[in-house]
């Protein structure tokens, strides 16, 4: 299976401070997507990084990927309370068709 | 528009009936996809549609049943589910990158909290 999974399973930090929040997975992929999902909604999509791109950037996020060593990792600079989610990592293997998720990791920023 | 609609936003039903959920997206997009989510877990992939046609069916028991209609709508078809089946199940959507080389991001609805009792 090419889920991905994420780590640490959750995180509490405080507002201003930076989040860090890792993914590895076990095949090689054409991309790899993170997602953001407050509480009960639906998800919404924050940065796509293809298997060729090593960095990515959107506002305060920063994607990072690194295929030798199967892993992603989703930076949040200056964090706000608004930032309290969970985050999954999606990878979509080769040929697979599909992007499948982990388990997440759930942020949370205390004001 | 960049939206997934989905209805019903919540859905009780029966062991005994027979209901649909319904999804809708008007971005031109390819791939439609079912998600099941139970509480304080990742969504689960259920089926994939790409160009309408079933892609994808990730061993789904046949009490569910997925229809494409046409490019823009996907709908699940529910009949004589099980108290287990309670979840909030999503649509999503995306483009399909035509040199094989996978999907763009997908657009995901609001969900359906659907409740079997």
């Known amino acids: 299976s090419q889920q991905g999974e994420e780590d640490p399973q959750a995180l509490s930090i405080q507002e201003g401070e930076n989040a860090t929040m890792n993914c590895s997975y076990k095949?090689?992929?054409?991309?790899l997507q993170w997602y953001r999902q407050n509480s009960g909604r639906g998800l919404v999509h924050l940065i796509l990084?293809?298997?060729?791109?090593r960095e990515k950037h959107s506002g305060r996020l920063r994607v990072t990927l690194d295929t030798s060593k199967k892993s992603s990792s989703l930076l949040i600079t200056a964090s706000r309370a608004a930032d309290t989610a969970s985050y999954f990592c999606?990878?979509?293997?080769?040929?697979?068709?599909?992007?499948?998720f982990g388990d997440g990791t759930t942020l949370t920023v205390k004001p | 528009d960049t939206e997934v609609t989905q209805t019903p936003k919540h859905l009780v039903m029966g062991m005994t009936n027979k209901k649909s959920l319904k999804c809708e997206q008007h971005?031109?997009?390819?791939?439609m996809y079912w998600y099941k989510q139970k509480a304080k877990k990742p969504p689960e992939l259920m089926f994939v549609?790409?160009?309408?046609?079933?892609?994808i069916n990730e061993s789904v028991p046949s009490r569910f049943s997925p229809e494409c209609p046409n490019s823009s709508l996907l709908n699940l078809h529910l009949h004589a589910l099980q108290p287990e089946d309670s979840a909030l199940y999503l649509c999503?959507?995306?483009?399909?990158?035509?040199?094989?080389?996978?999907?763009?991001?997908?657009?995901f609805g609001q969900g359906t909290r659907l409740t079997v009792v």
């Open positions: 971005m031109g997009h390819r791939a």
């Open positions: 549609y790409s160009y309408e046609k079933l892609s």
């Open positions: 095949t090689s992929i054409n991309n």
């Open positions: 990084i293809r298997s060729n791109e």
């Open positions: 999503a959507s995306s483009q399909v990158i035509k040199t094989g080389r996978g999907h763009t991001e997908a657009f």
């Open positions: 999606a990878p979509e293997g080769h040929n697979a068709g599909k992007s499948t």
